[in-house]
């Protein structure tokens, strides 16, 4: 199993540029999320996913589209890249929960962006 | 107000020493607490869960407060490899978490 994976580790942009940030899991897991980390922040949820077509928005979505047509895939696609979106970028699995509480999360190693 | 508050520290500690520390929550509802791991500029790992009744993991304790809001961790016989950022996570809501911003601890030799 290689878990979750994340491309590409690190990225630099120009504001305004778009580009897709891309997460893939091999654990069958129904959940899936994105959440940036900001210095002296706790993680933030972005958009998360219960499964196969379905997402919705976190904490803060904005600037930020997400879809998810399979199972394994998960990417996260920034709309018009800005410097407020510099950031640590962590891609999360875990199996849902009939009673929709958390289960254990399984974190990919990140993406570093950083936005010019 | 935060949902998930933790003290920053950093807590500097001798090898072998106990160290313990607290996060606490906002939200009187939250159903699931977590304590995460997460090591320099790499993805954060699960520690260990934390039931209602406290509970143990080798060198590792975490109790839930759930009257005051708050849960603890505490490492006893620390150990050089102990030095990391400790995350408090709550399930405050269907499928969120809320993460504070980290506890850092440093085991010295």
């Known amino acids: 199993n290689a878990g979750v994976t994340q491309t590409p580790k690190f990225q630099v942009l120009k504001t305004g540029q778009s580009m897709t940030l891309q997460c893939a899991q091999d654990?069958?897991?129904?959940?899936m999320s994105w959440y940036r980390q900001d210095p002296g922040m706790g993680l933030r949820l972005i958009h998360y996913s219960v499964g196969a077509g379905i997402t919705d928005q976190g904490e803060v979505p904005n600037g930020y589209n997400v879809s998810r047509s399979t199972t394994e895939d998960f990417p996260l696609r920034l709309l018009s890249a800005a410097p407020s979106q510099t950031s640590v970028y962590f891609c999360?699995?875990?199996?849902?929960?009939?009673?929709?509480?958390?289960?254990?999360?399984?974190f990919g190693p990140g993406t570093r962006l950083l936005v010019l | 107000r935060k949902e998930v508050e933790q003290d920053p520290g950093p807590f500097n500690v001798p090898e072998g020493a106990t160290v313990a520390f607290n996060c606490t929550y906002s939200n009187s509802a939250s159903q699931s607490f977590f304590w995460y791991r997460q090591d320099c500029r790499k993805e954060p790992k699960l520690l260990m869960s934390?039931?209602?009744s406290g509970n143990e993991d080798g060198r590792f304790t975490a109790q839930l407060n759930r009257a005051s809001q708050y849960i603890s961790l505490l490492i006893r016989d620390s150990k050089l490899s102990d030095s990391a950022t400790y995350l408090c996570?709550?399930?405050?809501?269907?499928?969120?978490?809320?993460f504070g911003a980290g506890t850092t601890v440093t085991v010295r030799a």
């Open positions: 996570v709550v399930n405050p809501a269907d499928y969120k978490l809320s």
């Open positions: 999360a699995s875990s199996y849902s929960r009939w009673d929709r509480r958390q289960e254990t999360q399984y």
């Open positions: 934390v039931y209602s």
């Open positions: 654990m069958n897991h129904e959940y």
